[in-house]
């Protein structure tokens, strides 16, 4: 099999490959290998499900060079392929996609905000891949899959909370310290501690549900996200800027969030000390 | 037969009269029952928007023997029967009724009761005694769980009201704890790491709240230890399915068993000749927390013998 290296996203994202029938493509994501065939009247899709992305870990995903978009390959015998019947289609598209469910970032070192300051932080998130057949004008999606799979958390209270993906991420000071890959978004944070005292968190709720998702030319990324954080025992008030990210060139929108947000959103977002671990 | 339906009148049983009666009388009935369906499915569809399935169902139910009750009384009624003798007779019928059936009315009050706790809603999980299942559906009289092994219970409601009912999935996470019991040679904090590296790397354990990890006891073959983690209710299955696979990998790869019961026979012989010796010989056991695996005879003093044992060594020893 002939890999072919990536050098930029839109060779990788977004872009219509044309299949032949009776083609096979491997498209591998680091961690993440898909084959797509195309047949009479149908589209055939295998995963080759990688291990899971461990909260612990710091490394948030192979290597970029382990990256291959759509090259011709013959998958393993093994495989549990998927059928979809589209009836025609001789393209298929590529495309990233935001988690379904909200992410929650544990900085790995400790950050404390002090009383009336403000930061921006850049997180890196793992994307899901989309994987939608072209045929025309008309756009059919048939999948959605993570590119890796994030472990399982719970934010709030056991009675009343929210199921998150867990992440851990450093909170860096620009994009370029976040080790950037071609499958995971970059987002942008502001957190602002409009109390008297400091903030000092443990874990942060980026809630991806309300995000939109740009590529730019190094990376791809999302709207910007302000936290304004009021105390420990009141819920924060969210605010998502409209406009594209500012640290991006060549921006262009690929989706728009999957709930629209309101305009201040006031939700939980900070959690602060583990309460539940007793006996 | 033919004598006695040729000695009827019919002309003067089937009377305008009695026609016009016998219409109204199956009108009422009808258009009755349509009345009161309708005004259950409006009460269930508009009125009772917010509340449970269990209370929509017991309303509409009220709604539907109420009215078949007013009909009943309609119609009598309207074909000339006297309803205060008979309302009579129905008081007296209805303390006998009431005396016979004093276990329904219990059920029935029971109802209303787990109707206002709202203890489960139907689509639980819940266990009664030694019973557990989804509730699929909620009565007046009883609730009816469906078991994993798709069969049918039905529980009244006194029993559920006098009983001590868990409710596995009314909270969205849940803890599953796991028993464990690893060897006396075991490196303790090794079996830790290892069981928090298995919950780290499970993506259906919840990372927070965190998983649970404590010691229990030293048993007589093993230390004993709790492992918890929380997961989502939805995942219980597969969960528990990997977490026991992936322990028993690692535990396997790592190198820390875990010991079943074991026995130390000690035969203990007066001569010098070991277990064949000449003398006459004692058989002792104690409990050991040897390890398995390390089955062999160790001599300790003359004339007597020391063998860890483990089942199916019984034809050796």
Not at chain 1, 177 to 185: D, I, R, S
Not at chain 2, 101 to 113: A, C, K, V
Not at chain 2, 140 to 153: A, G
Request: charged share 20%.
């Amino acid at each position: 099999m002939k890999e072919k290296k990536i050098s930029s996203l839109a060779e990788l994202w977004d872009r219509e490959v044309p299949f032949a029938e009776g083609e096979c493509r491997l498209w591998r994501l680091g961690p993440c290998r898909f084959w797509i065939e195309r047949r009479e009247g149908e589209w055939r899709i295998a995963f080759e499900d990688a291990a899971p992305e461990a909260p612990g870990r710091s490394r948030p995903a192979r290597a970029a060079a382990e990256i291959a978009a759509g090259v011709s390959a013959m998958p393993p015998g093994d495989l549990a392929w998927l059928r979809f019947i589209t009836g025609s289609g001789e393209e298929i598209l590529i495309r990233p996609a935001l988690p379904d469910r909200p992410v929650i970032v544990r900085p790995r070192s400790p950050v404390a905000i002090l009383p009336g300051r403000s930061a921006r932080f850049f997180v890196r998130i793992p994307t899901w891949v989309s994987i939608i057949a072209a045929s025309g004008e008309r756009r059919t999606m048939l999948i959605q899959r993570p590119v890796v799979r994030l472990s399982n958390t719970w934010f709030g209270e056991p009675d009343n909370g929210e199921l998150c993906y867990a992440f851990a991420s450093p909170l860096a000071a620009s994009p370029a310290e976040t080790m950037p890959t071609p499958f995971t978004v970059v987002c942008p944070i502001t957190i602002r501690n409009e109390t008297a005292g400091p903030l000092d968190f443990q874990r942060l709720c980026v809630r991806v549900q309300y995000l939109s998702l740009y590529a730019g030319a190094e990376n791809l990324a999302t709207n910007e996200v302000v936290f304004h954080f009021h105390g420990a025992d009141q819920s924060s008030q969210i605010t998502f800027h409209e406009e594209p990210p500012d640290f991006e060139r060549d921006v262009r929108r690929i989706s728009g969030p999957q709930v629209s947000p309101s305009k201040n959103l006031i939700q939980k977002s900070f959690e602060y000390i583990k309460s539940l671990t007793t006996y | 037969m033919s004598k006695l339906l040729s000695s009827i009148d019919f002309t003067k049983v089937f009377t305008p009269h009695v026609l016009l009666e016998a219409v109204k009388v199956i009108a009422i009935i009808v258009i009755g029952f349509l009345l009161v369906r309708l005004t259950a499915a409006v009460v269930r569809r508009v009125v009772a928007k917010n509340l449970s399935e269990r209370t929509k169902m017991i309303l509409q139910k009220s709604i539907v023997y109420i009215g078949v009750v007013i009909i009943v009384i309609a119609a009598l009624s309207e074909i000339g029967v006297k309803l205060s003798a008979l309302l009579g007779a129905a008081g007296v019928v209805g303390i006998a009724v009431g005396i016979a059936s004093q276990t329904s009315l219990g059920n029935i009050i029971s109802g209303l009761f787990l109707v206002s706790e709202k203890t489960f809603v139907i689509g639980d999980v819940i266990s009664v005694g030694d019973k557990t299942g989804v509730i699929h559906a909620i009565d007046p009289l009883s609730i009816k769980l469906r078991t994993f092994d798709n069969l049918l219970i039905r529980i009244p409601n006194q029993t559920i009201i006098t009983s001590e009912v868990t409710n596995i999935t009314r909270f969205p996470i849940r803890r599953m704890d796991l028993s464990l019991g690893v060897g006396y040679s075991s490196d303790l904090a090794k079996v830790q790491e290892v069981l928090l590296s298995i919950a780290r790397e499970n993506p259906l354990v919840l990372e927070e709240p965190a998983p649970l990890f404590v010691y229990n006891s030293f048993a007589e073959s093993s230390i004993n230890l709790t492992f918890g983690v929380w997961f989502f209710k939805d995942d219980y299955l597969a969960l528990r399915n990997s977490l026991f696979q992936s322990i028993k990998e690692r535990f396997d790869e790592e190198g820390i068993e875990i010991p079943f019961p074991q026995r130390t026979i000690s035969v203990m012989a007066s001569g010098a000749g070991g277990i064949d010796g000449a003398g006459g010989a004692a058989v002792g056991s104690k409990a050991d927390a040897g390890s398995p695996g390390r089955v062999g005879t160790k001599a300790r003093g003359a004339g007597r013998l020391r063998k860890r044992a483990r089942p199916g060594d019984a034809a050796e020893a």
